[in-house]
């Protein structure tokens, strides 16, 4: 069920009392937020890892495999500062 927010803005904000059905979708719209959050957070902190192990390696190998990543390891500092870096 779709949630009017507006209207319970509205409501809340005259202390006009909610009805269940209004603090159960609330509720339920509130839960799915944080579930969106922690999934994030997840996804997140994995792509962390992986921009920590490809600079480790980067710094260790000076390349990539096959690939020269001197033009590379800047940007990867960069993106790993922006997203948090080492911050578990």
């Known amino acids: 069920m779709k949630i009017d927010l507006p209207e ?4 809340l904000s005259y202390g006009i009392n909610l009805t269940i059905k ?3 979708i609330l ?5 799915g937020f944080i579930d969106d959050k ?3 957070q997840e996804q997140l902190n994995t ?3 992986h ?3 490809v600079i480790g390696t980067i710094k260790h190998d000076g390349h990539l495999g096959t ?5 590379i390891l800047p940007d990867l500092e960069k993106v790993l ?3 948090g870096g080492n911050d578990e």
Do not use: G, N, P
């Not at 690939?67 to 033009?71: F, K, N, P, R, S």
């Open 8 to 11: 319970l803005e509205r409501k």
């Open 22 to 24: 209004e603090s159960t």
């Open 27 to 31: 509720l339920e719209s509130m839960e």
């Open 38 to 40: 922690i999934e994030l």
């Open 47 to 49: 792509a962390k890892k």
């Open 51 to 53: 921009i920590e192990h």
């Open 67 to 71: 690939i020269q990543t001197d033009w």
């Open 81 to 83: 500062a922006v997203i």
